[in-house]
């Protein structure tokens, strides 16, 4: 199993920035890739930025050129700084780890969220 633990929210103001991280621990070698998610009240979750396996980056276009994912391999744990912050950036991020669970066969893994509140 993989374990994921989020961290780095809190309490920021408009055009701020904020570090998220997110340490995995368990059985981090069959991770594929990581990726952050966001869930804002009354919204569905949605792709913030993923990382995988191979260094292949994907950003959603509502973040490009102001969040940047990052990780380090040593500490198993992968980043996500967020310059120029919005007020539509308060959401809730949640970090996800897919993992190789057999040939051919993935699972998601969880980790509990950090509260990132954006105000003017």
């Known amino acids: 199993q993989v374990q994921l633990v989020e961290s780095g929210g809190g309490l920021v103001q408009v055009g701020g920035s904020l570090r998220l991280s997110c340490a995995a621990s368990?059985?981090?070698?069959?991770?594929?890739?990581i990726g952050w998610y966001r869930q804002a009240p009354g919204q569905r979750r949605e792709l913030v930025a993923e990382?995988?396996?191979?260094?292949?980056?994907t950003y959603a276009d509502s973040v490009k050129a102001r969040f940047t994912i990052s990780r380090d391999n040593t500490k198993n744990t992968v980043y996500l700084q967020m310059n120029s912050l919005k007020p539509e950036d308060t959401a809730v991020y949640y970090c996800?780890?897919?993992?190789?669970?057999?040939?051919?066969?993935?699972?998601?893994?969880w980790g509990q969220g950090t509260q990132v509140t954006v105000s003017s």
């Open positions: 996800n780890a897919q993992a190789q669970i057999a040939q051919g066969y993935e699972y998601g893994y």
């Open positions: 990382i995988s396996k191979g260094g292949q980056i």
């Open positions: 368990g059985t981090t070698g069959r991770i594929n890739a």
